[in-house]
């Protein structure tokens, strides 16, 4: 990166006049919010209009307001185009900075261009032989504010949009170009930097694969395949941001989405999309979609790996079905009821009648009660033969009597998905009913519990998740009071949905994503080579039949590893091909300064302490994560704690500490400068999927790798 170009002071002069227009803008929105600030007076379309206007400009403000991150980080300047919008070689250029957002001075002229704008295309995909227009591209590195260097790529005859750079390490013009790669030495730069625990963006060195996922069409279901340091995580949230830019009306109405696999890795991420100026896209994890149910933490329950299997499968909605419909039950006798100075009578052949045309009437079952009340009321009506009685006289009479209110529970129970599932998982009767022809025997026994005393007890497991949200599309809300239907009870749809690691998802919880999509509009990203849930799929047509299909599917794979030294990479990589073999590896564009360091230990903890103070040492400002098998978490804690060492558990404090111990089960997604792996053997013992288990962890460093063990090193590490 060059220290001393001759335009270093012009571009700091620039960069200055930007944030001082920024903080213009900043000042006049304030201005206007304190005009306009909503108070009790006038009409209430007075009143609505004020509140939309004040929260317009409350978002504003929070977009306004970048905290450390750097305003511009590039600029390109290109050839003017003739009135055929084709690039006149030699005439003037168009200078054009890139930045986070869009900035305009008091005259409103253009000073930043907003990174997704398309004008600023050309900055992310330009190459030496489709130039996109451009005569040079210049990538800053800064600080802030602060210019610290200039990289410059040129275009044109015997350039070919190699970077002009006096500053690049030896050999990094020929990797930057080999792997199709822009700004070398901004992006080396950006990547060694120390980790601090929470995800940063990539929008001042996205890559040209990456850009052409960011900028790919809304439409239907997108699939990003990449192996570790790739990327996938971030270019993901990157397409939410620019969609909501492309597509501003109506997707800011419908809502974005993203689903992360755990509260650690939400923790991980939650900077990403409001450094680019999205802060109200929803963050969350799969049980954050069922309300009013309590979930076990992790380590309260454990489930065979046979009830997880059978859980997430697919014919589950079957049982479910199954499930309700048997709660949709005619009398088996006559019901008689005292009525007046006589007698009512609900015949069992009625009631028979009324389930059969209450199934076929109404989609969801709650929906059918109130109906199914009045039929009800009407029949026994019509068993009166003296004299006039409606059915709201037969009702206001007889719906009180416990009789009764016995037999409605029994034709047609109101019911929530917490009280279907807590009746059937705790009645081997109910299961059995419920799963004929749809499960085996020995599965539909895995999914039997004790019944709790009541539902309020029961502490749902994530493998419910799915299954209380099935249950939820097919009851339906319970109506309210005169039978009106909350509309926070109904299932809410987005617009577009990213989710992560969708590879560990089961059929049943992609079709829980499935559910909540508006127009079939996804963002999923994975790795088949990292899939280590209960049903993982062998190929992305096995995730992608329970996904929407409005629009044909598109499966797109990164190819370059960017976090990851190839050193690690050559190791983990041997992993890789025993756990999945066929699969193709990404390429990694960094060689890290010393290879990983494998290291048996007598006393495990002690072998741990020891190398975690070796990385501590050699990376006093980095951060590192101690990764074990979930059940010895606590002992490597303990250990650390008794050697004086300052440290986090990932499950109660994210990745706030630079010292981190984090169970395998989690530490998908996340990257640490340094990782220790303790016990290879256990986590693949320990896993189902354990190999695979043990390849995510292998890649989660981007500077230092080291590896504890006492037992035997699995194969592909020997």
């Given at each position: 990166m060059t220290q001393h170009h001759p335009d270093l002071a012009d571009e700091q002069a620039y960069i200055d006049l930007a944030y001082d227009c920024l903080e213009q803008s900043r000042t006049s929105?304030?201005?206007?919010?304190?005009?306009?600030?909503?108070?009790?007076?006038?009409?209430?379309?007075?009143?609505?209009?004020?509140?939309?206007?004040?929260?317009?400009?409350?978002?504003?403000?929070?977009?306004?307001?970048?905290?450390?991150?750097?305003?511009?980080?590039?600029?390109?300047?290109r050839h003017a185009v003739d009135d055929d919008g084709v690039a006149v070689q030699g005439g003037e250029l168009e200078g054009f900075h890139i930045g986070r957002l869009a900035v305009a001075d008091a005259d409103a002229e253009p000073i930043v261009i907003d990174w997704r704008a398309p004008v600023a295309e050309p900055f992310y995909r330009a190459t030496g032989r489709e130039p996109m227009g451009l005569a040079r591209r210049r990538h800053f590195a800064v600080e802030g504010r602060r210019l610290l260097g200039i990289e410059d790529e040129l275009f044109g005859e015997g350039h070919l949009g190699l970077g002009h750079d006096d500053g690049l390490a030896d050999g990094a013009s020929s990797r930057a170009g080999t792997a199709g790669l822009r700004g070398y030495s901004t992006l080396i730069a950006s990547l060694e930097r120390g980790r601090t625990g929470t995800l940063g963006d990539i929008v001042a060195t996205i890559q040209a694969e990456q850009d052409e996922i960011i900028r790919s069409p809304q439409p239907g279901v997108l699939v990003v395949q990449g192996g570790p340091g790739t990327g996938k995580t971030v270019v993901a949230l990157h397409r939410a941001a620019y969609l909501l830019y492309t597509h501003r009306f109506p997707l800011e109405d419908q809502g974005v989405l993203v689903i992360g696999p755990n509260r650690v890795f939400l923790k991980y991420?939650?900077?990403?999309?409001?450094?680019?100026?999205?802060?109200?896209?929803?963050?969350?994890?799969?049980?954050?979609?069922?309300?009013?149910?309590?979930?076990?933490?992790?380590?309260?329950?454990?489930?065979?790996?046979?009830?997880?299997?059978?859980?997430?499968?697919?014919?589950?909605?079957?049982?479910?079905?199954?499930?309700?419909?048997?709660?949709?039950?005619?009398?088996?006798?006559?019901?008689?009821?005292?009525?007046?100075?006589?007698?009512?009578?609900?015949?069992?052949?009625?009631?028979?009648?009324?389930?059969?045309?209450?199934?076929?009437?109404?989609?969801?079952?709650?929906?059918?009660?109130?109906?199914?009340?009045?039929?009800?009321?009407?029949?026994?009506?019509?068993?009166?033969?003296?004299?006039?009685?409606?059915?709201?006289?037969?009702?206001?009479?007889?719906?009180?009597?416990?009789?009764?209110?016995?037999?409605?529970?029994?034709?047609?129970?109101?019911?929530?998905?917490?009280?279907?599932?807590?009746?059937?998982?705790?009645?081997?009767?109910?299961?059995?009913?419920?799963?004929?022809?749809?499960?085996?025997?020995?599965?539909?026994?895995?999914?039997?519990?004790?019944?709790?005393?009541?539902?309020?007890?029961?502490?749902?497991?994530?493998?419910?998740?799915?299954?209380?949200?099935?249950?939820?599309?097919?009851?339906?809300?319970?109506?309210?009071?005169?039978?009106?239907?909350?509309?926070?009870?109904?299932?809410?749809?987005?617009?577009?949905?990213?989710?992560?690691?969708?590879?560990?998802?089961?059929?049943?919880?992609?079709?829980?994503?499935?559910?909540?999509?508006?127009?079939?509009?996804?963002?999923?990203?994975?790795?088949?080579?990292?899939?280590?849930?209960?049903?993982?799929?062998?190929?992305?047509?096995?995730?992608?039949?329970?996904?929407?299909?409005?629009?044909?599917?598109?499966?797109?794979?990164?190819?370059?590893?960017?976090?990851?030294?190839?050193?690690?990479?050559?190791?983990?990589?041997?992993?890789?091909?025993?756990?999945?073999?066929?699969?193709?590896?990404?390429?990694?564009?960094?060689?890290?300064?010393?290879?990983?360091?494998?290291?048996?230990?007598?006393?495990?903890?002690?072998?741990?302490?020891?190398?975690?103070?070796?990385?501590?040492?050699?990376?006093?400002?980095?951060?590192?994560?101690?990764?074990?098998?979930?059940?010895?978490?606590?002992?490597?804690?303990?250990?650390?704690t008794a050697a004086g060492l300052v440290h986090g558990r990932a499950s109660s404090t994210g990745l706030d500490q630079s010292l981190t111990v984090v169970p395998v089960s989690v530490i998908k997604g996340l990257e640490l400068d340094g990782v220790v792996v303790v016990e290879p053997s256990r986590i693949v013992a320990d896993q189902e999927h354990g190999m695979r288990s043990l390849y995510v962890a292998l890649t989660r460093s981007t500077q230092r790798l080291s590896i504890v063990h006492h037992d035997e090193l699995p194969g592909p590490l020997r």
């Open positions: 929105a304030w201005r206007l919010r304190d005009l306009t600030e909503p108070d009790l007076g006038g009409t209430f379309q007075a009143r609505f209009e004020r509140n939309a206007f004040d929260e317009a400009l409350v978002k504003r403000l929070t977009d306004l307001d970048l905290g450390n991150a750097a305003l511009v980080f590039g600029r390109i300047d991420i939650e900077q990403v999309l409001p450094s680019l100026g999205e802060a109200g896209i929803e963050q969350v994890v799969l049980s954050d979609l069922v309300p009013n149910v309590q979930f076990a933490t992790r380590g309260q329950t454990r489930e065979s790996e046979l009830t997880a299997r059978v859980k997430g499968d697919a014919r589950m909605s079957d049982l479910i079905d199954r499930a309700i419909s048997d709660r949709e039950r005619p009398l088996r006798d006559d019901l008689v009821v005292p009525f007046r100075s006589g007698y009512v009578r609900l015949r069992s052949d009625e009631t028979a009648r009324i389930t059969r045309q209450g199934r076929r009437r109404f989609r969801r079952h709650n929906s059918a009660r109130k109906w199914v009340e009045g039929e009800i009321w009407a029949s026994m009506a019509a068993t009166w033969g003296y004299g006039d009685a409606s059915a709201r006289d037969i009702r206001s009479q007889v719906r009180s009597l416990p009789e009764v209110r016995e037999a409605l529970e029994r034709i047609w129970p109101v019911l929530t998905p917490a009280e279907l599932l807590h009746d059937l998982f705790g009645s081997m009767g109910l299961l059995r009913l419920a799963a004929d022809g749809v499960l085996e025997e020995r599965e539909y026994k895995a999914l039997y519990r004790p019944r709790s005393e009541s539902v309020q007890e029961v502490r749902w497991t994530q493998a419910d998740v799915a299954l209380l949200d099935d249950a939820r599309e097919v009851l339906g809300p319970k109506p309210g009071k005169n039978g009106k239907i909350d509309e926070f009870d109904e299932i809410r749809t987005y617009g577009h949905i990213v989710i992560d690691e969708v590879q560990d998802l089961t059929p049943m919880q992609l079709k829980m994503t499935t559910r909540r999509s508006l127009s079939g509009s996804m963002t999923v990203v994975g790795d088949i080579a990292q899939a280590t849930g209960p049903l993982a799929p062998d190929d992305w047509g096995q995730v992608l039949e329970f996904l929407p299909d409005r629009k044909p599917a598109r499966v797109i794979g990164l190819s370059v590893g960017y976090r990851i030294p190839a050193q690690i990479m050559e190791l983990a990589n041997r992993v890789m091909a025993a756990a999945t073999p066929g699969l193709r590896v990404p390429s990694s564009v960094r060689v890290g300064e010393v290879g990983p360091r494998i290291v048996r230990a007598d006393s495990l903890t002690a072998g741990v302490v020891d190398e975690v103070r070796i990385l501590r040492a050699e990376m006093s400002a980095g951060s590192v994560a101690v990764v074990a098998p979930d059940d010895l978490c606590d002992e490597v804690s303990d250990a650390l």
